[in-house]
């Protein structure tokens, strides 16, 4: 019988499409989602006999020992994410984001039959960065949001426990993710810049000179994957940055790349002499452990976006669907 992976948030942006990875490789995958932004991201999966789909609040924490059961390994990606969605609901992402995830990651710490432990982290930790160099694992974080704060948090939790010798975690610091999901989002930065240009509204950019790595969703989950099969000396407490250090860019870079595509599209730059994050990360770490290289780049994704808005794909790129918040 195949492996059990428990992925939490199974239904989102990233979780979707890890679903999808994981199932096409032969692993059983327990699906736990609120659904609240809804479960269609999953549909194209119902059915699979490898599917279990369990309809949960991650803050219902008194279920984790019989949802454990089995269990091998768990990608925790459940989660309020990003700066503005945590904001606007600072107790229900602390809720989430740090007394929920403890607590899973508690439990799993002491599940015989959980293995791995895959914690979904992100660059934001590292918050603004001093110089015109790259920052990478063991550079200081300076969270400047609560989002972030409390992944570092988690991340601290998470890498400082003391475990059993079979119990083997790993944090994943994700770029700015983007590209195609079946659960889709128009909120992130290089998807959102598509959409406008591409439907003919005039693009408002704040701080165009500052700097984010990219990274796309396929690549995002491929990279999960990894947290959970690589040799367990390779991943064992450490964290590893998700991205390729070729993929860092400028908002005005994004901006560049998609005028190429569509010089006529109308944009407005407004300047900010600050930004409480601005960061280049050197992604050598994961590439060299771990041999994992990007497979899609800023303008293959690009190429992929324009091609699904200009067909159609999406009858209304604007609903509130196609946004965390």
């Not at 989002?147 to 475990?163: D, S």
């Not at 992130?188 to 984010?212: C, D, H, I, Y």
Request: net charge neutral.
């Amino acid at each position: 019988m195949s492996e059990k992976i428990l992925v939490t948030g199974a239904a989102g942006y990233i979780g979707s499409t890890l679903t999808a990875q994981l199932l096409a490789k032969g692993r059983r995958v327990l699906a736990l989602d609120s659904l609240s932004f809804g479960g269609e991201s999953l549909l194209g999966l119902y059915g699979h006999p490898g599917l279990e789909l369990v309809v949960a609040d991650i803050r219902e924490t008194e279920r984790f020992p019989k949802l454990l059961e089995g269990v091998s390994g768990v990608v925790h990606l459940a989660a309020i994410v990003g700066d503005p969605a945590c904001a606007k609901q600072p107790e229900v992402a602390e809720a989430i984001n740090w007394t929920a995830a403890k607590a899973l990651f508690d439990e799993c710490a002491k599940t015989a039959s959980v293995k791995r432990f895959v914690f979904a982290s992100t660059c934001s930790n590292y918050g603004k960065m001093q110089g015109d160099g790259y920052v990478k694992e063991d550079s200081p974080l300076t969270p400047v949001s609560l989002y972030a704060r409390l992944k570092v948090k988690m991340e601290q939790h998470i890498l400082g426990a003391k475990v059993r010798e079979d119990f083997v975690p790993v944090a994943l610091r994700f770029s700015t993710v983007c590209g195609i999901s079946p659960r889709m989002r128009f909120d992130l930065t290089v998807n959102e810049f598509a959409r406008e240009m591409a439907l003919g509204k005039e693009l408002e950019v704040f701080g165009p000179q500052f700097w984010r790595p990219y990274c796309h969703v396929t690549d995002i989950a491929r990279a999960c994957m990894l947290g959970l099969e690589a040799p367990a000396e390779k991943v064992r407490g450490q964290v590893f940055g998700v991205g390729s250090t070729r993929e860092n860019y400028t908002k005005n870079d994004i901006v560049t790349a998609l005028k190429k595509r569509l010089p006529d599209a109308k944009v407005k730059f407004v300047e900010r002499a600050e930004d409480p994050r601005d960061y280049r990360v050197d992604f050598t770490r994961i590439e060299r452990t771990l041999g994992f290289t990007v497979t899609m780049s800023l303008d293959q994704t690009i190429d992929e976006l324009l091609s699904c808005l200009k067909q159609g794909v999406w009858k209304d790129p604007y609903s509130t669907r196609f946004q965390n918040i």
